[in-house]
């Protein structure tokens, strides 16, 4: 069992930073390819970035491709989601999720064993 907390969600004005963290529990978390997912209101959950075990292999959404950046921190059991130039479409609320493998694809929620539980994040415009 893994237990997933997010933090570090806030209001931002369009074009700034946010930095967004992600916790495990568990001795295990480098065995977990990471993920961040974000849900707009009235919209489907959307991929937005993925991270390898070894943080070697990194693939993100088209709309976040150039701003965003994942990266893990497997001695503190962390995954990070640093955005950059945000922009009010950027407003969701963010979840970081967990899967053993994806040998059938990563970009669907259903592809994930453990979620957080989210965190807002706010662009102003």
């Known amino acids: 069992q893994v237990q997933l907390v997010e933090s570090g969600g806030g209001l931002v004005q369009a074009g700034g930073s946010l930095r967004l963290s992600c916790t495990a529990s568990g001795r295990t978390f480098s065995s977990y390819i990471m993920a961040w997912f974000r849900q707009a209101p009235g919209k489907e959950r959307e991929f937005v970035a993925i991270?390898?075990?070894?943080?070697?292999?990194?693939n993100y959404a088209a709309s976040v491709k150039g701003r965003f950046t994942i990266s893990r921190d497997n001695a503190k059991n962390t995954v990070n989601l640093q955005m950059n130039s945000l922009k009010p479409e950027d407003t969701a609320v963010y979840y970081c999720a967990a899967e053993r493998s994806d040998p059938y694809g990563y970009g669907r929620t259903s592809d994930y064993d453990y979620w957080g539980q989210g965190t807002q994040v706010t662009v102003s415009s």
């Open positions: 991270i390898s075990r070894g943080g070697t292999t990194t």
